[in-house]
């Protein structure tokens, strides 16, 4: 069995690969102000194909779709079907379940202001994060039920259980979960990314950390690689 990734990292200063980071998450990272805020009683469905901006709205789910609980079979605030995509959006507290991606998505510049049950479910291949973040997440951010892959790049988590997370059921033991992260930061968080199955694995570059317990956990033959340490030693 392969373990990888186990480390603890220091709570002093951020972190790169190994090199200090002393001033924190550049501007970049910073959540946007909203333009507009918008109550969601039902869940949205953006169609196949279709790409929508929505110039840093946010969308604050009704309890009629949940209370961001860790309570099961709430609804999502927004179903991307095959091949849509969202950009420029923040969704507000409670959260509810989050974004369901359907495969071939991607979340562009997208913000959790208070993850509910989960902040993004992949629900089929290729489903892509871009740019945003989220916060306050009782347990995961983004919730894997198909193998993928996820890919994030360039995103920001804070005060969290865990990052990415394979669903660790029966039904998914086989599954090969794939997930790569890129220039992603983290701070105030118990595990950057947790598999429990053997095929699962995932790729690391470029982390930015503070207070974290551990980047990864690796269980029953599953595998992290978190490539910084290679390239750090040239």
């Known amino acids: 069995m392969m373990r990888s990734v186990m ?134 951010i983004v919730q894997m039920n198909h193998a993928g892959p996820f890919r994030g790049e360039n995103l920001f988590f804070q005060d969290f259980t865990t990052g990415v997370r394979g669903n660790g059921n029966a039904a998914f033991r086989r599954t090969p979960f794939r997930v790569i992260l890129r220039d992603v930061g983290a701070r105030r968080g118990q595990c950057l990314v947790r598999f429990s199955n053997p095929p699962a694995r995932a790729e690391l570059r470029g982390l930015y950390l503070k207070e974290m317990a551990r980047v990864g956990r690796a269980d029953g033959g599953s595998r992290i690689v978190w490539r910084d340490r290679k390239e750090e030693g040239g």
């Not at 039902?42 to 949940?66: H, K, N």
Request: aromatic share 6%; charged share 25%.
């Open 7 to 140: 480390c603890v990292v220091a709570v002093l200063g951020w972190w790169l690969g190994g090199v200090g980071w002393a001033d924190g998450p550049p501007e970049r990272w910073a959540m946007p102000e909203p333009v507009r805020t918008v109550v969601v009683t039902q869940t949205m469905v953006i169609p196949a194909g279709t790409e929508v901006d929505f110039g840093y709205t946010r969308l604050v789910p009704a309890r009629s779709l949940g209370d961001g609980s860790q309570r099961e079979a709430q609804r999502p605030v927004m179903v991307l079907m095959k091949g849509a995509s969202v950009r420029r959006l923040i969704i507000g507290r409670p959260g509810a379940d989050g974004i369901h991606c359907r495969g071939k998505n991607v979340l562009r510049d997208v913000w959790f202001e208070d993850v509910g049950e989960d902040a993004v479910t992949v629900e089929g291949a290729d489903v892509r994060w871009i740019g945003g973040g989220a916060r306050r997440a009782e347990d995961k």
